[in-house]
């Protein structure tokens, strides 16, 4: 709590006696989370009743009812974010985490966010998705000026359209956001049986740009991010989204990155059944096993979990599910590095040469700059999953409890059930009936014909 009592101390001391003794007396509290874990939230205390969303390791802000109002106090300041063990990041959010806190409310709700500003530059929130008064849309220079840092600002409307929608700022977008200002919205519909499911889980996919041994992020990157995540968490950081067998579940993903992402569900086949812009009716949907979510986009999937097991669900851009990624590595499979590993050892010691069979890192240790996660991790019942970033597993379980979210462990799988080694005898290696003059593949590098390279004519580089 030192570092982040340090960290915090200049933009706290900055908002520091700007808000009147009046004004902070009327305000809602603004609570605080520091914890990375999965909060799975209580029914709401008041209001109308709604079926709470589970945010994966994040948690849903409470309110107070004041003369009907739903009220709501969000503070934008500087937050320390671990991205998963062993490496944390100096970004900015709100109330303690980026992401920011997932915020439900019932369709019709009038709804007043007080909005406190400890950053050292202005900034605004723009709430993405909403039908609202002009004014209230958030947008610096055009719809209002830009909140100072140590003011506050009052956002009042009514949530006119239930559907899950997003928060971030309109101002110094591109730093603000590259530092992981974002959250969540929930408009629930009026009859709180209307779109129910038995586990209604949500996040938001961002990147980040943070080099091996630093911990702030790069804010001009355009492309180039090396981090991915959930809710600012990369796998293994990133916890199960654990469901009952038969379930009916919902994710709901929304995408504040700079790329589109297909999000892919192992085991199971689900239908698109929300969008930020509403409800998708039945006739609408078909069925599928991954969805693309576009830059600015939110999709909700809905599907029966009726498959025991432990289910891969990730993005399916393979450099999305990598951590720390260098964007210049050669291709090295083929080129033999013998006995270059000793030479170079004799200069940096600790060098592991690889890529000459691979890009597996399976079992790898090599020493790291600190504050720094592998590209590849995580371990499961069988060894290295050598996954990160986007990544994280559905668990589905016979014998777990309704509202229950705890991890159940690896799943144990029938007998029978599981791949296994063949070890019977191997057939004789022939060519395909349709290509009896086919090439056969050089069984060792001394059968390998002599490489020949030409060289272009007419051309000058």
């Known amino acids: 709590m030192s570092n982040r009592r340090s960290f915090l101390a200049g933009a706290a001391m900055l908002g520091a006696g700007m808000v009147s003794r009046a004004g902070a007396a009327s305000l809602p509290e603004a609570p605080v989370q520091s914890s990375a874990a999965t909060t799975p939230p209580p029914l709401p205390p008041n209001g109308r009743p709604f079926n709470p969303v589970v945010t994966l390791n994040g948690w849903s802000l409470p309110w107070r009812m004041k003369d009907g109002v739903k009220e709501f106090h969000l503070v934008a300041e500087p937050v320390l974010r671990e991205i998963a063990p062993g490496m944390v990041a100096k970004l900015w959010g709100y109330n303690g985490q980026s992401p920011g806190p997932t915020i439900e409310v019932v369709e019709g709700d009038r709804v007043r966010i007080f909005v406190t500003n400890k950053l050292p530059e202005m900034t605004s929130i723009h709430w993405h998705g909403q039908i609202l008064p002009s004014g209230m849309d958030g947008v610096t220079g055009l719809s209002q000026p830009g909140i100072e840092p140590g003011k506050t600002f009052v956002y009042e409307f009514v949530a006119k359209h239930a559907g899950t929608f997003m928060y971030h700022p309109h101002a110094d977008e ?267 593949q050089p069984a060792t590098k001394a059968d390998a014909p002599p490489l020949e390279v030409k060289k272009p004519h007419d051309h000058h580089h």
């Open 174 to 440: 591109m730093v603000q956001m590259a530092m992981g200002m974002m959250g969540f919205w929930v408009t629930h519909p009026k009859d709180y049986r209307q779109h129910a499911v038995d586990r209604d889980f949500c996040f938001l996919l961002n990147a980040y740009d943070i080099e091996p041994g630093s911990s702030m992020p790069k804010t001009n990157t355009m492309l180039d991010f090396n981090l991915w995540t959930f809710n600012s968490r990369a796998f293994p950081g990133i916890d199960p989204m654990v469901v009952r067998k038969n379930d009916r579940v919902r994710v709901r993903v929304g995408n504040l990155t700079m790329t589109n992402h297909p999000i892919h569900l192992h085991g199971h086949r689900f239908e698109v059944t929300g969008t930020d812009g509403g409800w998708v009716p039945p006739t609408a949907r078909w069925p599928e096993v991954t969805t693309d979510i576009a830059v600015g986009q939110m999709r909700a999937i809905e599907f029966i979990a009726d498959n025991p097991g432990d289910w891969a669900f990730h993005c399916h851009k393979s450099h999305h599910t990598m951590n720390a990624m260098g964007h210049s590595v050669p291709n090295m499979i083929g080129v033999s590095q013998d006995g270059l590993a000793e030479k170079i050892l004799n200069i940096v010691p600790g060098y592991m040469s690889m890529g000459e069979n691979g890009g597996s890192m399976g079992g790898m240790e090599m020493e790291l700059p600190e504050n720094t996660l592998p590209m590849m991790t995580g371990t499961g019942p069988h060894g290295d999953i050598e996954m990160g970033g986007m990544f994280t597993t559905l668990k589905v379980r016979e014998n777990q409890k309704r509202g229950d979210y705890r991890d159940p462990g690896w799943y144990q799988a029938p007998k029978g059930t599981t791949a296994y080694e063949w070890t019977g005898e191997a057939p004789p290696v022939t060519n395909a009936p349709n290509m009896p003059n086919a090439p056969r």
